[in-house]
DNA sequence: TAAAAAATATGACTCAGAGTCATTATTTAT
DNA sequence: ATAAATAATGACTCTGAGTCATATTTTTTA
């Protein structure tokens, strides 16, 4: 019975197309544009029928912003090499992660909203888990540089994550909207993302 | 004439009432509930009422936001202490500033909200200049840390402010809606900041 | 292969909430 | 007392998310 199979596929390629449609529709302007309408028109669909295949809207938000963590957490997988210190892979990481943020700043974006989002407006989704493919990495080059000496140990792998992903959260808005802070105190961003590399660096270090 | 000025003394009490009710609505459930509807029905003003004093929603929310601010710069400046070193001060302003995101928890989720959201979409108001009451009084700690050799001075005072003050940001995320990371990797609220304090002051001290 | 059943798709409709504006009420000036 | 200016009103418009009775297409059954 190949039917069962074939209608699923059609179903897998026709989520993927409207998922296609919405990433134009929404990562065209800027800021928070794009029409649940604009979308069905885009795909050729009928405004119900995504929502045969979407919950809402945040739905179809969230899986733009997997999607996102996939490409991230596959970027992170690629700068990771065997025989550095931990540390020195973590600060690698970092640049790779500052690299995403400049490459990726739609998707970027989006996963700032669902990680900063209070949990229960974005209703049926778990964003608790969003993050979690690229989180790995980070955790598992900090184990490594707990058991090779290069970082502290006297707090837990996974307080560290929380730490040093939680700042880099708050620092990397300000890549995203610069004229933020960085115009308006008249600091250059590079030297900003610079000194707070030093800063967690030296501060991760043991002793 | 004294007719003027009592007409804008009413208008300043009216819109100090329109704030008051705002306060209570939007700050009554949880997350972005709150209609317009409703603060005109707080006041008992009409709502064509309610956008002779404030420009949109928006407005509102950002004059609720600054109120915060307020609050906070008075508490930052009531923890300081001539005598101690600017590195002292600063763990000190540290503690103040997490105090100050448990007490007031809906106030720093509004200015959280500001100073994450997109600029452009913060119609007519300037959001980044939100912050500036709270961040000239971090401002004067560093500078005072760099020139009793207690801060490292290889980063200008401007370049440090930012930078501790967005990792704070980031990782004061995690009071607000704990159940996000905390939870979820077991680990401890406390442990998590005070982590964060280690790596941070051992980061921005000298050599 | 035709009719029945099941699965998909449609778009007009509802609903909520922000913001507007012609009208009405109140206050001040003449 | 009347005209002019100022302030307040709430019914209305507009936008956009989400729904659902109806229509179309596909699959099953006989």
Redesign the interface.
């Known amino acids: 019975m190949g039917i069962a199979e074939r209608k699923e596929k059609e179903k897998r390629q026709r989520r993927k197309a409207i998922l296609n449609a919405a990433e134009k529709i929404f990562f065209a302007g800027?800021?928070?544009t794009g029409t649940m309408d604009d979308v069905a028109a885009k795909v050729q669909l009928s405004k119900g029928t995504l929502y045969l295949y979407f919950r809402n809207k945040t739905d179809i938000l969230y899986a733009l912003a997997e999607k996102g963590v996939d490409i991230l957490a596959d970027k992170l997988k690629g700068v990771l090499i065997a025989g550095l210190t931990g540390k020195e892979q973590l600060s690698d990481l970092g640049d790779e992660f500052v690299r995403f943020a400049e490459d990726y700043p739609r998707h970027f974006?989006l996963i700032?909203g669902f990680?900063?989002a209070?949990?229960?407006?974005k209703d049926g989704e778990d964003s608790?888990?969003l993050m979690e493919p690229a989180l790995r990495v980070l955790r598992d080059v900090i184990l490594i540089g707990q058991k090779d000496g290069s970082i502290r140990h006297?707090?837990?792998e996974?307080?560290?994550?929380?730490?040093l992903?939680?700042?880099?959260?708050?620092?990397l808005?300000?890549i995203?909207?610069p004229?933020?802070?960085?115009s308006?105190?008249?600091?250059d961003l590079p030297?900003?993302i610079k000194?707070?590399y030093?800063?967690?660096?030296?501060?991760?270090?043991i002793s």
């Open positions: 800027n800021g928070d974006e700032l990680e900063l209070e949990p229960h407006i608790s888990q006297d707090f837990s996974q307080e560290i994550v929380i730490i992903w939680s700042q880099m959260l708050g620092l808005q300000n995203l909207w004229e933020r802070y960085i308006q105190y008249h600091v030297r900003v000194g707070h030093r800063i967690v660096m030296k501060g991760i270090a």
